[in-house]
């Protein structure tokens, strides 16, 4: 028998069972899986929103401010001054008493404690009384310094007053600087007239029928 008569038949039967059976392929290397995201070493976290680069931005804390500049007109420096709204003032009842200070001072002389008494006298005598000290200057310095050397002026006088007796509750001061001299002079003669501590007279007003 020829060679190509065995052979011819194995190839044509070889050919039949590929046909009914199919063939099968594998992928011969690295496989990689679609189904995950590919990772590295040092894989970076989420981020956290509650750490600080996510938090709204810290302000600084914001300084105590700076009080005002005195502003044109008096200074009130006694505490509660609205209370006063309720009062009769009287600027004449006491203008005796007026009294006067040396240049650029706020110191109360030994000349001016008989007036200081005075006040002191007038106040025990009626418990329902207030008072109101004004402090006064000369027109010499600016309107700022003026104003804040009145209120020592009237401050110092309200602790004089506390020294001897008077209850300090009853007494309250007001600065005018330069602003209300009484002699309109240019010279030392008015400007020792015009720094003073002036005492005003306060009476409860009588409530309308």
């Not at 750490?51 to 006694?78: C, D, L, N, R």
């Not at 005075?118 to 000369?138: F, M, P, W």
Request: glycine share 8%; proline share 9%.
């Amino acid at each position: 028998m020829k060679l190509s008569q065995i052979v011819l038949p194995l190839v044509l039967a070889l050919i039949g069972t590929l046909a009914t059976t199919g063939c099968k392929h594998e992928f011969i290397g690295k496989r990689t899986d679609l189904s995950h995201p590919a990772t590295t070493s040092n894989p970076t976290p989420p981020p956290d929103l509650n750490t600080k680069p996510f938090s709204q931005p810290e302000s600084k804390p914001t300084a105590t401010p700076a009080p005002p500049p005195y502003v044109s007109g008096p200074i009130h420096t006694s505490t509660n001054w609205g209370h006063l709204a309720n009062m009769n003032i009287d600027r004449e009842k006491l203008a005796a008493y007026t009294v006067h200070f040396k240049f650029d001072s706020a110191v109360v002389e030994d000349r001016e404690q008989t007036n200081v008494g005075s006040v002191a006298g007038v106040l025990k005598a009626d418990s329902n009384a207030e008072l109101l000290i004004e402090g006064n200057c000369d027109e010499r310095g600016t309107g700022e310094y003026n104003r804040a050397l009145g209120e020592r002026r009237a401050l110092a006088l309200r602790e004089a007053l506390a020294k001897i007796g008077v209850d300090a509750a009853r007494i309250r001061t007001i600065s005018y600087g330069k602003d209300q001299p009484v002699d309109p002079g240019h010279n030392e003669a008015a400007w020792a007239k015009n720094r003073r501590g002036q005492f005003d007279w306060c009476t409860q007003k009588t409530p309308a029928p």
